[in-house]
């Protein structure tokens, strides 16, 4: 049987346990490099350059430098590569996969009057994805932690009758009204007793509010694989300008639109001989639907002939979100249905919002002519102003001051050249991100680099890059209970393909 059920009770318990929290604001705040090839060639320093569809991303200005109508279509192979330690346990995993990543144009109206101060004006359209979320890990390893604390945090304090399948009520019912009605907390307490994890202290007490662990052990043999899929993509119209053929000037319009699926399949056995609990497996489906809006403005001066310099603002990000969940339990204690407990059952949130702070990126490029460039970009964003709202609700305001104390200001720095050889081009780019956290061990430092080539044939283009960054994580398998980390050593590497067309 398949129910939908819309949970609107207890927030503050969902919001520090499932989702909504710090993890979401890094999720869609942290983006990666994307676009066509010849940007990421030069890890995106465009903030003084313009003339690419990508470059609108840094600075809006950036389309008044095109002198003709301009499209572009770009494809990436994502590779993702995740070294996990976990205790005395090592794991590698890899994943690929291949999108139409970029796709735009830009039109360029230029006033025949060359005593005009105003020359010229661009309007451009271009898709993007912003973040690719198709990655996993496997941390497996033997533990001192098991799952029965992630269980019994939730169940302590808790009444036993409320959480009891009433009358009349199938087993799958009653998980979701108990969802429902008294909120993540209390399911989360149902899962664990009856998937035979945890016991009330009397169970003949419906008032009963002390639970204890069914495992007896030292030590616990754990496997936990993660798998995440979807996109973050974005839809940007651009207007920019020309004046006196020295500045630039440039204001784009930003819609986002988030799919993101993040499957979590946990298993535990290994329990000391007498242990009435010998294994558990514990899954979790969350799905997350949403959209956003953002605006940029921005302006390029050329000096002279060789020195150009940017810069640019973008607005916060302000995102509207819907998670649904999933989730199954098994062991050999479990309740002889429960397996009528499973992905079919789906557990719907109420809308949510989050704002990304706003980022300011100052640019400058050194142009010689024909034969190449130097640019480079520094970017600036403070994390700890993230939001998640509304700001009201006192779980929300409790996660907003964790926020606020365990992120930190985050800047960006970015440089890339090209050197030209008649038709063909050679590029390439490094990029250094710091952490958002404070204490720097969560998420580490991204560093980065890039290659690239060109060809222009004249009324076409062929760009080719290879980028790949890496970045140290340390997560933890739960929010809460059994926290323990997985140490993962991550490293995405990219091949991107354009073909640019002049109109």
């Given at each position: 049987m398949k129910k939908i059920l819309l949970i609107l009770a207890v927030l503050a318990t969902a919001v520090e346990t499932n989702a909504q929290n710090i993890n979401d604001v890094l999720r869609y705040g942290l983006e990666d490099i994307q676009?066509?090839?010849r940007f990421r060639a030069l890890s995106g320093a465009f903030g003084a350059l313009g003339g690419d569809l990508s470059a609108i991303n840094v600075n809006p200005a950036g389309t008044a430098v095109f002198n003709n109508n301009y499209i572009t279509?770009?494809?990436?192979?994502y590779h993702r590569n995740n070294q996990t330690s976990y205790f005395n346990g090592f794991t590698e995993t890899d994943l690929d996969n291949v999108e139409l990543n970029q796709a735009?144009?830009?039109?360029?109206?230029?006033?025949?009057?060359e005593d005009s101060d105003w020359r010229k004006i661009t309007l451009a359209f271009n898709y993007e994805i912003v973040n690719n979320y198709d990655d996993e890990f496997l941390a497996r390893g033997t533990s001192n932690q098991s799952i029965d604390q992630y269980f019994l945090n939730f169940a302590q304090g808790q009444a036993l009758g409320p959480i009891l399948i009433q009358d009349g009520e199938l087993i799958e019912e009653a998980y979701l009204n108990i969802g429902s009605d008294l909120g993540f907390g209390p399911q989360q307490a149902f899962l664990g007793f009856f998937g035979g994890v945890i016991d009330p202290v009397d169970p003949n007490d419906d008032a009963n509010t002390q639970y204890v662990s069914n495992a007896t052990f030292t030590n616990v043999n754990q496997e936990f694989l993660q798998i995440t899929s979807g996109q973050n993509s974005?839809?940007?119209?651009?207007?920019?300008?020309?004046y006196r053929?020295?500045?630039?000037?440039g204001a784009s319009l930003n819609f986002y639109d988030v799919n993101f699926e993040k499957l979590t399949l946990f298993d535990e056995d290994g329990y000391d001989a007498g242990s009435a609990l010998e294994f558990v497996n514990f899954d979790n489906l969350q799905r997350t639907f949403g959209d956003g809006f953002s605006f940029d403005v921005g302006a390029i001066l050329k000096v002279n002939d060789v020195v150009r310099i940017g810069a640019s603002y973008q607005s916060p990000t302000w995102y509207r979100f819907q998670d649904e969940l999933s989730q199954r339990i098994n062991s050999n204690l479990a309740d002889n249905e429960i397996d009528f407990i499973n992905f079919s059952q789906i557990n719907v949130f109420p809308t949510y919002r989050i704002q990304i702070p706003a980022k300011a990126?100052?640019?400058?490029?050194?142009?010689?002519?024909?034969?190449?460039?130097?640019?480079?970009d520094y970017g600036y964003q403070d994390f700890s102003n993230a939001e998640l709202r509304p700001t009201s609700d006192p779980a929300f305001a409790s996660e907003n001051n964790f926020i606020s104390s365990q992120l930190k200001a985050v800047s960006t720095y970015r440089v890339g050249g090209e050197y030209k050889i008649k038709q063909l081009s050679l590029r390439g780019g490094y990029r250094f991100e710091e952490s958002p956290y404070e204490n720097e061990n969560t998420i580490g430092d991204l560093t980065a680099f890039s290659v690239g080539l060109g060809y222009n044939f004249g009324p076409t283009k062929i760009d080719l890059a290879f980028s790949q960054s890496q970045r140290d994580i340390n997560q933890a398998l739960f929010d809460t209970g059994l926290t323990t980390q997985a140490n993962i050593d991550n490293t995405n590497s990219n091949v991107t393909l354009s073909v640019s067309f002049n109109l």
């Open positions: 676009g066509t090839a279509f770009s494809a990436t192979n735009g144009g830009v039109l360029v109206f230029k006033d025949g009057n974005k839809f940007t119209a651009n207007f920019a300008t020309e053929g020295r500045l630039y000037l990126t100052g640019s400058i490029a050194l142009v010689f002519g024909q034969e190449g460039l130097l640019s480079f």
